[in-house]
């Protein structure tokens, strides 16, 4: 069973967070059980101008997701999309960080420094995160 921790935020803020994610991990991820999940909710654009963020932790099996907590409700949803979809790419080994601050993205190696609206695996999480989301108020919310 995936394990899903979130901290920070307002209680209904990790009501739909928890919903979210679960909801992703079946549709997206139905199969995979072995999961450690942390949406931390934070000002993470405060610091860094940046909605959200997507860490892969040692093991291959855990993950820090950031979403800043004072996203409108919608943003929200997309931004935790989007995480949600490099968490994906990190778990099938689609996106690897490799040493010399390089990524491997699927079979192609580019540097940590490539143009951020380039990069493949952000094509795929901003081609997605819209259509996820609508499909997320759909189907849960």
């Not at 949406?39 to 963020?53: E, H, P, Q």
């Not at 932790?57 to 997701?65: G, M, S």
């Not at 940590?112 to 609206?117: R, S």
């Not at 695996?121 to 189907?139: P, S």
Request: aromatic share 10%; glycine share 2%; with cysteine.
């Amino acid at each position: 069973m995936n394990e899903i921790a979130i901290v920070g935020g307002t209680q209904s803020q990790k009501s739909l967070v928890l919903k979210v994610v679960t909801w992703y991990l079946k549709k997206v991820l139905p199969r995979v059980r072995t999961l450690d999940i942390t949406v931390k909710l934070t000002r993470c654009m405060d610091k860094s101008n940046a909605m959200g963020y997507c860490l892969e932790l040692d093991d291959h099996k855990t993950f820090e997701i950031e979403v800043d907590k004072n996203l409108r409700l919608y943003d929200m949803v997309s931004t935790l999309c989007h995480e949600l979809t490099h968490l994906k790419q990190y778990y099938r080994k689609e996106m690897v960080h490799l040493d010399c601050g390089r990524i491997r993205w699927k079979k192609k190696v580019y540097k940590e420094t490539f143009e951020y609206d380039k990069q493949p695996w952000e094509k795929e999480a901003f081609k997605v995160e819209t259509q996820l989301a609508l499909d997320c108020f759909t189907e849960i919310l």
